[in-house]
């Protein structure tokens, strides 16, 4: 059989993961009710294997509510509200009309108003949160559902309130819950929901960066045919992080460094990479900022680094230093190894490098050279941080 008219499948190397939410989504279809907490670095493909699911919400006739968290939204149960009341969010509006409970939040969401002028009444939020609660409760009721929480990471303070409680209830009857997040920034009032949701028996699922393999598939695709030498140098510095691949080819198409040679697509002129570093500095732009300076500074060090020797760098203490890396691990851009601590992705170290102030990238060099010449590192490596430090 020809393969031309097989469809291309939407998602590299998530064939497990798929498979596995298909299976709850069948369990769910059949009356069961699931939490799913996906978590993962930023750009890891949380979003795109949540929008690969609705091919089997729609093949399962089950409805789809997907609602965002949007911290540009300061309205309280901004999320949540979002997720029981926007009619255009459900896949089939027939079975997602919330009633009279829906019409009073609405009600009440005008009263409350957007939080700007005056703190909200807690006798009105703690009502609308209770129909809040109970408007997700009872939804499956009608048909069973799956609920999308999209960045959780990032859901107002009162949505993850009405989650803690809906979690003491345990998991909501014929419903997929299913809600994404980021492991950073850290936020004790998620921690608890997440701590919460484990105890009701949800499925934590960590997604991983994609397989070497899978990675250069994806950057195959993206450009449309094999990859040549430097451009899948350029892909394996991503450490398999689907945003990543994609905003290398996208970079390298938007400069115009991306050229085809016989089929092979390649991108011999290094003169486009520090726009991609550019671009690959725009996506930390989530960390706080006492944690991408801290890597700022370490990135200097090279792919791997001492702690001691990065804090001794930094002028920071050992303890306070470990503090800040522990959001970087966190976050799934350093990795430990030992006492080191070593960068995932060399293309956002090199991206970290890059964007120093070329006098702070001297001195610290300079300071590079001192550090490790007091710690016994070979004169070679210190010679480098003294040539570098010119
Ligand atoms: N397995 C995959 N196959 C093909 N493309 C993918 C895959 N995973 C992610 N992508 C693409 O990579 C990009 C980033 O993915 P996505 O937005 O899903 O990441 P995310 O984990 O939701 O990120 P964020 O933390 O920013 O919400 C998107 O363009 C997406 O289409
Ligand atoms: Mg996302």
């Known amino acids: 059989m020809s393969t031309a008219a097989r469809p291309e499948p939407t998602l590299v190397g998530r064939g497990a993961e798929l498979d596995d939410l298909d299976d709850l989504l069948s369990a769910v279809a059949g009356g069961a009710a699931s939490t799913v907490l ?7 493909g949380k979003s795109a294997l949540v929008g690969a699911l609705r091919g089997g919400t729609r093949l399962l006739d089950l409805d789809l509510c997907v609602a965002r968290a949007d911290p540009a939204d300061s309205r309280p149960l901004a999320l949540l509200a979002r997720a029981v ?9 027939r079975t997602a009309d919330p009633g009279p409970l829906g019409d009073e939040l609405a009600a009440l969401l005008v009263t409350l108003g957007d939080g700007h002028l005056a703190p909200p009444a807690p006798a009105l939020v703690q009502r609308a949160s209770a129909l809040v609660a109970a408007l997700v409760r009872h939804r499956g009721e009608r048909h069973p559902w799956v609920l999308v929480l999209e960045d959780l990471h990032q859901a107002d303070d009162a949505s993850l309130q009405v989650l803690l409680r809906l979690a003491h209830d345990g998991a909501v009857p014929r419903t997929l819950v299913l809600a994404t997040m980021r492991p950073v920034p850290y936020r004790p009032a998620l921690a608890d929901v997440v701590t919460a949701w484990t105890r009701a028996g949800a499925r934590y699922l960590e997604l991983r960066p994609l397989a070497s393999r899978a990675a250069v598939q994806l950057a195959e695709r993206l450009v449309g045919g094999s990859l040549g030498p430097a451009l899948r140098g350029t892909v394996a510095t991503t450490g398999g992080n689907p945003q990543l691949i994609t905003d290398v080819v996208q970079t390298a198409r938007a400069t115009g460094a991306l050229v085809e040679v016989g089929g092979i697509h390649d991108t011999p002129d290094p003169a486009w990479l520090p726009t991609l570093d550019a671009v690959v500095r725009g996506r930390l732009d989530y960390l706080p900022a006492g944690v991408r300076d801290l890597l700022a500074d370490a990135s ?41 601590l070593v960068f995932r992705h060399e293309l956002v170290r090199g991206a970290l490098y890059d964007g120093l102030d070329p006098a702070d990238r001297r001195d610290l060099h300079a300071r590079a050279a001192r550090v490790l010449h007091r710690a016994g590192a070979p004169s070679h490596v210190v010679g480098v941080h003294r040539d570098r430090a010119r």
């Open 38 to 44: 996906l978590e993962g670095e930023s750009g890891v």
């Open 300 to 340: 200097v060090l090279g792919t791997s680094f001492v702690i001691a020797d990065v804090a001794a760098l930094a002028g920071d203490a050992v303890p306070d230093c470990w503090r800040t890396l522990r959001h970087a691990m966190a976050a799934g851009l350093v990795q430990a190894r030992g006492d080191r």
């Open 85 to 93: 009341l926007d009619r255009s969010a459900h896949a089939a509006p």
